[in-house]
Structures are given as structure tokens and as C-alpha cells.
């Protein structure tokens, strides 16, 4: 059987329903019908026209995947703008230069302009100097948002974080980075360790504050040394006007840390406190003096222990619970009935001995005086005097029970 020969087909024009476009180069290239269907049924269901893909800047070649009919639509054909105020470019099309049949559709890529930002109000200060011939030194700290309780005010345990991060920041200051004390104390196996502390604040800082701290120490004959804060708002609002918010004392012992027990302050460094500390001038006053905290042990009115179990996060670089951990320990001792009256003060706080991981401790309170006090003394008009202890458990590292801390709160009542 012979076979009919197909009937040639002219090169010159295209089958019938056969769609034409045209690549960059020029070449005509024939797209099934089928294909030019499909495409315009999604353009229809969109709603809109498929976007054009980008071409290749080489030669005016389409890039891997672009179809025949995007191959005329390049980015680089379009008309572009800069928008020198924000510093954008933003790309126009039409349907003129988009390469579609359909003349009634324009497209628009301009970029919708930002909204004006406000500017953040971001403080600047110098945060740390030492000022007075060396012989203080100043720290400004912003009252961050977790130092603050539910009244948007900082806290006791606030106070006494950032006196002691500026003690620590001036010891650094004055003997070396990373050295609490004199290279003289540490080839002497000794340490400066801190017997009491005495905290008065006016006035708490609020939550986004601006506190300036001074402080500065002299010693005290051969075996130790008083250091002392300054607590300043200087927070924008105030216009340069700073307002003395605290103050704190505290006295300070050079320990042996091989003999567990009292030392000599060093010749060399006595004599190198003359050019560093501030001679003459206590926070508290020439005529400050120091009272006996009493014993609250078996004390008709003390309350029911607080125990607090002593964890890795309590631990500073000695290895024994910061002295900070105590101030917040005391505290969490006092009734709720207590706290909702009153406004704490101040805080005198004497430390008897060290705490390690694994130790327990129970924090205990009484009223000193005035109506239900263990003692027999008055109260100020508008205050109130609550005794505190915290004593170790014969557990962990310290088989046997200790005295921790004693300590005396002085409150106001709310205004």
C-alpha cells in the first residue's frame, strides 16, 4: 500500500490557531495553542496578567525558564525612578513597553512612601570617669526594665546591685581590669571582704531613670577601710539639676584567705591610699556611729523562717553567695500586710558569714520596737523598725548551724 505523502507546509505563514512571538534577538519562535490557552485562562482566573520574568542584561537572552512570550519584557527596559529622599529605586510599566497584546492594562511597582519615624529618644552619657584628682569615681546607670517591681520603681535589691557594680568598677579603675584590690593584697594571699553595710535611700528610681553613683573610700588605721555611695538622678527631665536619691556606707576588712582569719593592710598599699582615697569626708556624717544589732532567736513575734535553698545563680566569683542574694533573702521574710503599708527605707546589714551551693537558710523577722517589738524603744512618728536574721541549716558544705547576716530595716508609711 502506498503511503500519501504530507502536504508541505509553508514556512512563510503559520498554521491556523497557531500563536507568534517574538524573542529579543529577533527570532520567530511558534507557541502551541494549547499552551497560549492555558496561560491566559490563569491570567483570567487571576484577575490580572503574569507578571513579566526577568531577562538576562547578556546578549538580550531570556533567562533559564522565561517562555517566548516574557521574553520582549525586561527589567532593563523599563522606565525606572530613584527616590533620593528614601533612597529607593521603584519600577513603572505600562502596557506600551510590557510587551502584552492587551493595551488596556498598566501595571504600577511604585513604592509606597515610608511614614515619617519619630526619633528615639536614645540617652547619652559618659557612663564612667574618675573625677576629684582620681579620688572618686562616677558610674551613670540606666534603671532597666527587670530591676523595677510592679509600681515601675527599682528596688532595695536595685540600690545595693548598683553600689556594688560601681565598688567593684573603681577597684578595676585604680589597680588593673579584673583586680578588686591591690597586686600588693593578692601575691599576700589577701581579700577584701565586707562586715556591714548601710544602705538610705529617699527616693526609688523609675524604670528608664538615669542614676549617677559616687563613690569613694579611705582607710581606717591598718587592718581597715570605710567605702561610701552617692546615688544622683540625672535623668534628662531634670535639666542638669541632679537630685541626691541614696546614700550607703559600708566597712570593709583585709581577710587572709589561707588562715581564714583577720590581716594587715599591706605598708605599700596604706601609703598608695593616699593619693586614692577621699580623706575626710563620710557619706553619713562626722557623727555617725554604729549600734549593735540585736539577736532574734526565740524572740516572742518573730515570724514563721523563710527558707531559701542556695543556688548556682547565687554564686559570685568567690564562690559564696553574693551579698546582694542577702539583701533580697531578708526581705522576702516581711509580711505582705507589712509591705502594703509601709515603703522600705533602710537597710543595715552585718555580715557574720558565708554561704555555698548546696547550704539552706532560713530568713526570720520581728518587730524591734513600738507596739508587738522585742525591745524596749521607740519608733519614729510615720515609721516603723523590723530585726532580721538569717541563719544555716547544718547542711551542704556548712555541717553545722550558723549565724549568715543580721540586720535592721527602717520603713515609712506610704504616702
Not at 51 to 66: E, L, M, Y
Not at 106 to 128: G, M, N
Not at 183 to 206: F, G, N, Q
Request: proline share 6%; with cysteine; net charge positive.
Amino acid at each position: 500500500v502506498a503511503r500519501c505523502p504530507r502536504p508541505p507546509v509553508s514556512r512563510a505563514s503559520p498554521p491556523r490557531d497557531v500563536t507568534m512571538s517574538t524573542l529579543a534577538s529577533g527570532r520567530v519562535v511558534v507557541v502551541h495553542p494549547r499552551v497560549a490557552a492555558a496561560s491566559n485562562r490563569v491570567d483570567r482566573a487571576n484577575g490580572k496578567h503574569t507578571q513579566p520574568r526577568r531577562v538576562s542584561r547578556i546578549a538580550g537572552k531570556p533567562r533559564f525558564g522565561d517562555t517566548a512570550s516574557h521574553a520582549v519584557s525586561s527589567i532593563a527596559d523599563r522606565p525606572e525612578t530613584f527616590d533620593r529622599t528614601r533612597g529607593r529605586s521603584s519600577i513603572k510599566t505600562s502596557a506600551s513597553s510590557s510587551g502584552y497584546g492587551n493595551n488596556n492594562f498598566a501595571s504600577s511597582y511604585e513604592t509606597k512612601p515610608e511614614a515619617q519615624q519619630v526619633p528615639l529618644d536614645i540617652p547619652h552619657w559618659h557612663s564612667r570617669a574618675l573625677i576629684t584628682n582620681g579620688r572618686v569615681f562616677s558610674e551613670t546607670f540606666p534603671v532597666r526594665f527587670d530591676e523595677c517591681g510592679p509600681d515601675k520603681r527599682s528596688t532595695m535589691r536595685t540600690v545595693a546591685g548598683m553600689i556594688q557594680e560601681c565598688a567593684c568598677n573603681h577597684a578595676q579603675g585604680i589597680w588593673g581590669r579584673a583586680q578588686s584590690m591591690p597586686v600588693e593584697m593578692s601575691e599576700a594571699d589577701l581579700a577584701w571582704v565586707c562586715t556591714r553595710l548601710h544602705i538610705v535611700v529617699k527616693e526609688y528610681p523609675r524604670w528608664g531613670d538615669q542614676v549617677q553613683v559616687k563613690t569613694w573610700f579611705e582607710s581606717q588605721g591598718k587592718i581597715a577601710a570605710r567605702r561610701d555611695w552617692e546615688m544622683t538622678d540625672v535623668s534628662p527631665e531634670k535639666n542638669g539639676q541632679g537630685v541626691v536619691i541614696a546614700k550607703a556606707t559600708s566597712q570593709w576588712i583585709a581577710f587572709n584567705l589561707v588562715r581564714r582569719k583577720l590581716a594587715r593592710i599591706p605598708q605599700v598599699v596604706v601609703e598608695k591610699f593616699q593619693t586614692q582615697s577621699l580623706m575626710d569626708s563620710p557619706v553619713m556624717g562626722t557623727s555617725y556611729a554604729v549600734d549593735k544589732l540585736p539577736d532574734v532567736r526565740g524572740l516572742k513575734g518573730t515570724t514563721i523562717p523563710e527558707s531559701h535553698s542556695v543556688r548556682r545563680s547565687d554564686l559570685d566569683m568567690n564562690n559564696h553567695v553574693n551579698n546582694v542574694v542577702y539583701t533580697e533573702w531578708l526581705l522576702e521574710s516581711v509580711p505582705d500586710t507589712f509591705w502594703q503599708k509601709y515603703d522600705l527605707q533602710e537597710i543595715i546589714l552585718e555580715f557574720k558569714n558565708e554561704c555555698h551551693d548546696g547550704d539552706n537558710v532560713d530568713a526570720i523577722c520581728c518587730r524591734e520596737c513600738g507596739p508587738g517589738g522585742v525591745l524596749d524603744c521607740q519608733e519614729k512618728p510615720g515609721t516603723a523598725q523590723l530585726v532580721h536574721m538569717l541563719l544555716k541549716r547544718g547542711f551542704g558544705m556548712s555541717p553545722t548551724e550558723a549565724e549568715v547576716v543580721r540586720a535592721r530595716s527602717v520603713w515609712r508609711v506610704k504616702k
